[in-house]
Each structure stands twice: as structure tokens, then as C-alpha cells.
């Protein structure tokens, strides 16, 4: 499978813990996205990547939330001391390029908060 | 706040009905793609529109970018129970890609 490949699909936490979410982009795409997606809305946009440099991150991005794309390749999702308004899918997405171009997501990573 | 709206909100309809799904904004978007997205997975591209009354056909699909590229349908002709699903559009604004994701309309599809 070459698509964006996301680990792990489900997770339950206890209010307070930490969790990280993983994201592999489709090969050779140098841009890479994380959205959070709550049921019955759409996706909302929270940060973005070209290669390893995080060039906008949306202000839903508390300081709790912490991404990172060390190598240019895969990325991670932090949150810490997570609340139960955290729970949601966290969707990661990746595209090719410069300037606008399609952008193909993941399955995403289900998270729920008790 | 650049915001997309679509309507219906929910559609429930028959096997072989015809629909359409609207998505507006009073923005203007340089590309605006349509998802198709099922109960705990990610969104799947349908379509990306780029020129301003474009009208791309994907089989029973058809999709159409406004003239003015702050709206968008999708049409769907004799609806089968596999259409059935969160259908959403999303516009991008500038030259990084991001997205603003609509709404969104859950179809249901019945024999």
C-alpha cells in the first residue's frame, strides 16, 4: 500500500496521559498535514510541513500539541496532558510539490479521552 | 474566516434517485476538491476543479466549479446504496495546499 499510512487507528487514554500519533506520507511528497476532524464536522486544518520545516500551525494548536517531521519523512502528533475535548479523529495528509496541489489523507487516528 | 457551506445537510433517498449537493462560499477558492468519506476513515479525493466553470464527469458523478470559483455541486444520477456516505468539499485559497473543509452532506442511499 502506498498511500498515507497512519499508526495507531484507535486510541482510548486516560484524561491527563499523553499520546503520539505517527504519520507516513505517500513516498516522495514533501508536504504533510495533520487535521482534526470531530464527528459531524468536517476536517479542520491544525498544522502543516514542507520537507522538515513546520511553516503554519492553526491556533487550535494549543501548546499541549506538538508535531514534529525530524527527517522530512514521517511526522508525529503529540498531545500532552490530553483533555477530553481532545477526542477526535486526528487525520494526516500528504502532497507533492510547490504551490497548490492535491492532497491525499490517511485513515486516521480515532482518540478518545476518559 | 473563509467558510464553505453545503446543503442539504442530510439526504435520504431511493435507489436510482438523482441528486445534487451544493457547496458556497464567499470566497474565492484557486482549486476546490470533493471528499468522499465513510464512518472512521479518512476522506477519499472524488474530484479536484480548478478553472472556473469546469465540469468534470466521473461516471454517474458530475462536478462543476462556479464562474466565479466560490461555488461548487456535485450531482449524482441514479444513486446506488455504495454512494452512501459524508460527502465533503474543500476550497483552497493560496499556494500551500491547505484546505477549508465544507461542512459536509450525509447521504443515505436505500433500496
Known amino acids: 500500500d502506498t498511500g498515507v499510512s497512519q499508526d495507531p487507528r484507535h486510541k482510548i487514554t486516560k484524561r491527563g496521559q499523553n499520546v503520539t500519533f505517527r504519520c507516513d506520507p505517500i513516498s516522495e511528497h514533501n508536504r504533510l498535514y495533520w487535521y482534526r476532524q470531530t464527528l459531524g464536522q468536517g476536517p479542520e486544518f491544525l498544522t502543516y510541513?514542507?520537507?522538515?520545516?513546520?511553516?503554519?500551525k492553526s491556533r487550535l494548536l494549543s501548546n499541549r500539541f506538538s508535531a514534529e517531521r525530524p527527517k522530512g519523512s514521517f511526522s508525529t502528533l503529540e498531545i500532552q496532558r490530553t483533555e477530553q475535548g481532545d477526542s477526535a479523529m486526528y487525520l494526516c495528509?500528504?502532497?507533492f510539490g510547490q504551490g497548490w496541489n492535491t492532497i491525499y489523507f490517511g485513515e486516521g487516528s480515532w482518540l478518545t479521552v476518559v | 474566516t473563509q467558510l464553505l457551506e453545503q446543503s442539504p445537510q442530510f439526504l435520504s433517498i431511493q435507489e436510482g434517485e438523482n441528486l445534487t449537493v451544493y457547496c458556497n462560499s464567499s470566497s474565492v477558492f484557486s482549486s476546490l476538491q470533493w471528499y468522499r468519506q465513510e464512518p472512521g476513515e479518512g476522506p477519499v479525493l472524488l474530484v479536484t476543479?480548478?478553472?472556473?466553470?469546469e465540469v468534470k464527469k466521473l461516471k454517474r458523478l458530475t462536478f462543476q466549479f462556479g464562474d466565479a470559483r466560490k461555488d461548487s455541486s456535485l450531482h449524482i444520477t441514479a444513486a446506488q446504496p455504495g454512494d452512501t456516505g459524508l460527502y465533503l468539499c474543500a476550497g483552497n485559497t493560496g499556494t500551500a495546499s491547505k484546505l477549508t473543509f465544507g461542512t459536509g452532506t450525509r447521504l443515505q442511499v436505500t433500496l
Open positions: 495528509a500528504s502532497s
Open positions: 476543479v480548478v478553472t472556473g466553470g
Open positions: 510541513f514542507q520537507n522538515e520545516a513546520q511553516l503554519e
